[in-house]
């Protein structure tokens, strides 16, 4: 397994991170495809064993079950200084105005909320799940550097958001002399593009990582185009992030088999090294539901793609609209 640095920060990071999100008690929160506590167990042990060190979650996923089975397997499985737990804040957690949002209030309270059903001190990365148009910037940057100097997150990060919104933050850290974003969690994939048109210059230039979420566009680069799978048919979001260009993205998903049965790899495979070509791009955040899939995220690592072949699989993008946020 390979590790590197997240953008420009001290921070190593696994190459491929394991998303938490498919973790949790399905009855509870807007996830019924999640996989329960002892589902969920061989896949964190598989992914240690890998040399995954990396795993990202949110205090939503789930209605923060997904955090409980993140920190419990992790520390049934592994040591606590050996890995990297990444969390969000921003949806909706509970009423009131602390429920929710990039407040003070809000941020204060769900980041001790998020460490109690992780098990933990600190997080090594918090992250902004949205940007918070109802929250002053600054109010929101003070917040959370005030949770880095108290020693419950070590490094913070963004999540899906216009790029003049992220530029906005960073300026705004430096002004108030707060902590600076390390990354940015973003949606990209061989169907989701447009972040190579103004966020991913702007994290390459400013020594910020990309981690990018949905790096298999929510299994459609993995299948056959109509093939159905349980999230499929109850993932709304999903649904609405991949309805724009279907005879375009179509041809991308062939693109991609084809090459995978060139190679004799899996789709997700193929898929992951091209993200992996990206210059901007540290490390995507893929999920795991069946077995097999950590060993084709892993196997990615190994996948050198010649120029041709990246060139094949992007020929057909067309532009989309920006979606997910």
Same mark, same amino acid.
């Given at each position: 397994?390979? =590790?590197?640095?997240? %953008?420009?920060?001290?921070?190593?990071?696994?190459?491929?991170?394991?998303?938490?999100?498919?973790?949790?008690?399905?009855?509870?929160?807007?996830?019924? +495809?999640?996989?329960?506590?002892?589902?969920?167990?061989?896949? @964190?042990?598989?992914?240690?064993?890998?040399?995954?060190?990396?795993?990202?979650?949110? /205090?939503?996923?789930?209605?923060?079950?997904?955090?409980?089975?993140?920190?419990? !397997?992790?520390?049934?499985?592994?040591?606590?200084?050996?890995?990297?737990? &990444?969390?969000?804040?921003? /949806?909706?957690? *509970?009423?009131?105005?602390?429920?929710?949002?990039?407040?003070? %209030?809000?941020?204060?309270?769900?980041?001790?909320?998020?460490?109690?059903?992780? *098990?933990?001190?600190?997080?090594?990365?918090?992250?902004?799940?949205?940007?918070?148009? /109802?929250?002053?910037?600054?109010?929101?940057?003070?917040?959370? =550097?005030?949770?880095?100097? &108290?020693?419950?997150?070590?490094?913070?990060?963004?999540?899906?958001?216009?790029? +003049?919104? @992220?530029?906005?933050?960073?300026?705004?850290?430096?002004?108030?002399g707060w902590t600076r974003f390390v990354s940015m969690q973003d949606q990209y994939n061989l169907i989701q593009r447009e972040e190579e048109r103004e966020m991913h210059p702007f994290c390459f230039d400013q020594g910020?990582?990309? !981690?990018?979420?949905?790096?298999?566009?929510?299994?459609?680069? #993995?299948?056959? +185009?109509?093939?159905?799978?349980?999230?499929?048919?109850?993932?709304?979001?999903?649904?609405?992030?991949? &309805?724009?260009?279907?005879?375009?993205?179509?041809?991308?998903?062939?693109?991609?088999?084809?090459?995978?049965?060139?190679?004799?790899?899996?789709?997700?495979?193929? &898929?992951?090294?091209?993200?992996? =070509?990206?210059?901007?791009?540290?490390?995507?955040? @893929?999920?795991? #539901?069946?077995?097999?899939?950590?060993?084709?995220?892993?196997?990615?690592?190994? !996948?050198?793609?010649?120029?041709?072949?990246?060139?094949?699989?992007?020929?057909?993008?067309?532009?989309?609209?920006?979606?997910? @946020?």
């Amino acid at each position: 397994m390979e =590790h590197v640095r997240l %953008g420009a920060s001290g921070l190593q990071v696994s190459r491929v991170i394991l998303g938490c999100m498919s973790y949790g008690v399905p009855d509870q929160g807007g996830h019924p +495809w999640s996989m329960g506590l002892d589902d969920a167990r061989p896949f @964190f042990r598989e992914a240690v064993e890998a040399g995954i060190t990396t795993f990202d979650t949110a /205090n939503v996923y789930s209605a923060g079950t997904s955090e409980e089975i993140t920190g419990k !397997l992790l520390g049934e499985f592994t040591r606590r200084e050996d890995v990297v737990i &990444a969390t969000k804040v921003y /949806n909706r957690m *509970g009423p009131g105005t602390n429920g929710a949002g990039l407040s003070r %209030g809000a941020i204060l309270t769900q980041i001790d909320a998020s460490l109690r059903r992780l *098990g933990t001190d600190y997080v090594d990365l918090y992250q902004i799940h949205r940007y918070d148009e /109802n929250t002053p910037i600054e109010e929101t940057m003070e917040a959370l =550097h005030d949770v880095v100097q &108290a020693g419950k997150a070590r490094y913070i990060g963004a999540s899906s958001m216009w790029a +003049w919104q @992220f530029a906005q933050a960073q300026y705004v850290a430096d002004l108030g002399g707060w902590t600076r974003f390390v990354s940015m969690q973003d949606q990209y994939n061989l169907i989701q593009r447009e972040e190579e048109r103004e966020m991913h210059p702007f994290c390459f230039d400013q020594g910020v990582g990309v !981690l990018p979420w949905s790096p298999l566009a929510r299994g459609r680069l #993995t299948r056959d +185009w109509d093939e159905p799978s349980q999230r499929s048919e109850t993932d709304d979001f999903a649904r609405r992030m991949y &309805a724009q260009a279907e005879d375009a993205d179509r041809r991308v998903a062939s693109a991609v088999a084809a090459l995978a049965a060139d190679r004799g790899v899996s789709r997700a495979t193929v &898929a992951l090294a091209w993200l992996l =070509h990206q210059p901007a791009v540290t490390a995507p955040i @893929f999920g795991a #539901t069946k077995p097999g899939h950590i060993a084709d995220a892993v196997a990615a690592l190994e !996948l050198g793609l010649t120029e041709k072949e990246l060139a094949g699989l992007e020929e057909e993008y067309v532009p989309h609209l920006p979606a997910g @946020f």
